[in-house]
């Protein structure tokens, strides 16, 4: 419960942090950017609601302080944003995977597991925006996020399912 408690707090935070970078990729003019910001706050408010429900089903209320974000230059969010990511999947969900298992909690282990599979694809992109900043600048890049999961990937035209959940490519919206 107490793992379950962190992660829903910290991509509650994740979203609204999202949320802000995306203004400012708007403002500095990286509509790309911004665009994958939009993308990955919609995934991870996602991750809040599926972490969330597993709380109240174990008769807990979910519980999260949102901070203000400290939002800098588009590049130096980008960085953080990828640090982010890259704990969660790293560190983070796999301590939290383990801890589920061993305590047999199997709605638990599936909201982190998909939460930690979104993660890699998140922190992938970031380190693409970063890698090719300033061709992100461009509108154009739009990004697919599974409502169900928050899988998220740039725009696939030959996606048919989910990888991580298995539903539609129409339960998946597209971000610009």
């Known amino acids: 419960l107490e793992n379950l408690q962190a992660a829903f707090n910290g991509e509650s935070n994740a979203k609204a942090k999202y949320e802000a970078f995306a203004v400012k990729a708007e403002e500095e003019g990286y509509k790309s950017v911004a665009a994958l910001f939009r993308a990955a706050s919609q995934s991870e408010g996602i991750h809040a609601k599926k972490h969330a429900a597993v709380i109240t089903g174990m008769g807990a209320e ?36 383990k801890q589920a298992e061993a305590e047999k909690n199997r709605a638990a282990v599936r909201t982190f597991r998909g939460a930690m599979l979104a993660e890699v694809e998140h922190a992938k992109l970031y380190k693409q925006a970063l890698a090719e900043l300033d061709a992100w600048k461009a509108a154009g890049k739009e990004f697919m996020v599974c409502q169900v999961c928050g899988y998220t990937e740039m725009s696939n035209p030959a996606l048919v399912k989910c990888p991580v959940c298995s539903v539609p490519k129409e339960k998946f919206t597209v971000v610009k």
């Open 62 to 97: 979910p519980k999260a302080e949102i901070a203000k974000p400290d939002v800098k230059s588009t590049k130096e969010n980008l960085e953080a944003a990828l640090a982010g990511e890259t704990y969660e999947k790293e560190t983070m969900y796999p301590e939290f995977i």
